[in-house]
């Protein structure tokens, strides 16, 4: 099975690393797909997106993404995020409050936190 290092990275900790099978993020001229041995790319991530990183055990690593960089590169890829956060650290019950009440911004990142965490907004 072909396989990649993946680091997935926020400016205050790393989330996650290991190796992976496939990696999937929305950035700005869409969503991507990135298998092994993919071609170099550099995209700005979206505001409010989520990325899927399938391990190599057949898990699936699932963050909200505020913002950043997907760096793909002939040792991996790496995802460089402003601010994210794992499916499971996420209070799904402050994201629906945050959809409904925030502005546009924040309505845009709690979206993106219940819909990493599983549920619709």
Known sequence: MAEMT??????ER???????TSV???????????LPGHEPVLGQLVEGGVV???????????AAV????????????SIL??????????????ARADAQDADDVQ???AIARLRAAGHSA
Do not use: C, K, P, Y
């Open 6 to 11: 993946v680091q997935l990275v926020a400016v």
């Open 66 to 77: 505020h913002g950043g960089f997907l760096s793909v590169t002939g040792d991996g890829v």
């Open 81 to 94: 995020a402003e601010d994210a956060e794992l499916s499971h650290e996420i209070d799904v019950e402050q």
């Open 24 to 34: 999937v993020a929305q950035t700005l001229e869409g969503e991507i797909g990135i």
């Open 107 to 109: 309505r845009a990142r």
């Open 52 to 62: 899927r990183i399938r391990t190599t055990d057949n898990d699936l690593v699932t």
């Open 14 to 20: 790393r989330l996650w690393s290991g190796t992976a």
